[in-house]
């Protein structure tokens, strides 16, 4: 039999001291083991008086009340203690099993005092080290994933560069015409593997934290204006259509202009790379009272789930069937560094999409010289 003090009404200061339970298991086996005893004894007495042979005994009542004492309070308050060890004997075990690397295995309790308190504490203490563990080998993974990235990335314009630089080292090429090509195609390869570093080099650093901001006052209307200034020419060339709603007015806003630049510059590369032809490109931008919103909308094919929830990931990249634009392939970690840039900064990236309408959304917190204070840097 198995005492299961939680399904008893007892007060809430009882059920959650290991203290009281036992000096009120202590009271009620005093208890229960004295009312046997005297009935017993009792009996005893009144059936003395029909049985004359039992006053044979009566010289040893003193011994047997003790002995008879003994063993039922041992045994009542073994059956009232008894969950109490279970439990102990659950925690041995399972701190036993943790131990042996389980580290999934949580010790069951239904106990409010200190023992499940205790059980409680080894559980979340579990649960963190499998966190922790968890989180490892996913670092461990990121890790060479990355190398993989890497490797799969820097092969094919290296590969290309070389290729072409032993061509001109053999004088492969029939005339001069084929030979400027040649070299203009190696120094295209060249500049795509600079930039494919650059990215790299910049994830590191937003990745693991150590990008600084030099913040400075900034109107973003007018960045954003210049950038899309850059990027007209390039996607009318493309046969894209590009429509801007900025606010005509300056906003002035405390950011790093180096990098914000960058972010809003890695997603208008994305539209252009996946936008269809001909198709709409649009740019706007609104503001708030403490915030500011620059969205970049284009159209292309639609994502599938999968895609739209791999998104952000590191060196992920969408079907290249996508886009036609001749572009050269990406790295794959522009969105992933324009999300970590603005997070940077405070603000947000959100991607809505709808039908064959992709939205990309920076939100970035309206910040003055007097408000930046408390910003960290």
């Given amino acids: 039999m198995v005492i299961k003090w939680n399904k008893l009404r007892l007060p809430v200061k009882f059920r959650r001291s290991i203290q009281l339970r036992l000096l009120f298991s202590c009271v009620i086996t005093f208890i229960i083991t004295y009312a046997i005893?005297?009935?017993?004894?009792?009996?005893?007495?009144?059936?003395?008086?029909?049985?004359?042979q039992l006053k044979s005994i009566a010289p040893f009542y003193g011994v047997l009340i003790i002995v008879l004492f003994?063993?039922?309070?041992?045994?009542?308050?073994?059956?009232?203690?008894?969950?109490?060890?279970?439990?102990?004997?659950?925690?041995?075990?399972?701190?036993?099993?943790?131990?042996?690397?389980?580290?999934?295995y949580r010790i069951p309790t239904e106990r409010e005092d200190e023992l499940g308190r205790v059980i409680q504490s080894v559980n979340t203490m579990a649960e963190q080290l499998q966190q922790k563990i968890t989180q490892e080998r996913e670092i461990e993974n990121s890790k060479m994933e990355l190398i993989t990235g890497?490797?799969?990335?820097?092969?094919?314009?290296?590969?290309?560069i070389i290729?072409?630089?032993?061509?001109?080292?053999?004088?492969?090429?029939?005339n001069e015409e084929e030979y400027q090509r040649f070299v203009q195609n190696?120094?295209?390869?060249?500049?795509?593997?600079?930039?494919m570093l650059d990215d790299l080099f910049?994830?590191?650093?937003?990745a693991w934290k150590e990008a600084q901001l030099h913040r400075e006052t900034v109107d973003l209307t007018q960045m954003v204006n210049q950038?899309?200034?850059?990027?007209?020419?390039?996607?009318?060339?493309?046969?894209?259509?590009?429509?801007?709603?900025?606010?005509?007015?300056?906003?002035?806003?405390?950011?790093?202009s180096e990098k914000i630049a960058r972010a809003i510059d890695n997603l208008l590369s994305n539209a252009l790379r996946y936008s269809l032809t001909p198709s709409t490109i649009q740019i706007a931008m609104k503001q708030t009272d403490t915030?500011?919103?620059?969205?970049?909308?284009?159209?292309?094919?639609?994502?599938?789930?999968?895609?739209?929830?791999?998104?952000?990931?590191?060196?992920?990249?969408?079907?290249?069937?996508?886009?036609?634009?001749?572009?050269?392939?990406?790295?794959?970690?522009?969105?992933?560094i324009a999300r970590s840039i603005v997070e940077l900064h405070g603000g947000e990236l959100h991607f809505t999409h709808l039908g064959k309408w992709f939205t990309f959304t920076i939100e970035l917190p309206l910040l003055t010289s007097e408000n930046t204070d408390g910003v960290e840097e």
């Fill in 227 to 256: 950038l899309y200034f850059e990027f007209e020419p390039i996607a009318h060339e493309m046969g894209i259509t590009t429509v801007k709603h900025i606010i005509p007015t300056p906003i002035y806003t405390q950011v790093d």
């Fill in 186 to 195: 190696a120094h295209s390869k060249a500049i795509h593997l600079k930039k």
């Fill in 202 to 206: 910049e994830y590191t650093r937003l």
């Fill in 163 to 174: 290729g072409y630089i032993e061509l001109l080292q053999s004088a492969s090429f029939r």
């Fill in 150 to 160: 890497i490797s799969h990335d820097l092969r094919t314009p290296l590969t290309s």
């Fill in 291 to 336: 915030r500011i919103m620059i969205e970049i909308a284009n159209e292309g094919m639609p994502l599938t789930k999968e895609q739209e929830r791999r998104l952000f990931e590191r060196f992920y990249k969408v079907d290249p069937s996508r886009h036609d634009h001749g572009m050269q392939s990406g790295t794959g970690l522009g969105l992933s």
């Fill in 70 to 104: 003994m063993c039922i309070f041992v045994a009542t308050f073994y059956i009232l203690t008894r969950r109490m060890v279970y439990d102990l004997v659950n925690l041995e075990k399972g701190l036993a099993t943790i131990a042996e690397g389980d580290m999934g």
């Fill in 37 to 52: 005893v005297f009935v017993a004894f009792y009996t005893t007495y009144l059936l003395s008086t029909v049985i004359p």
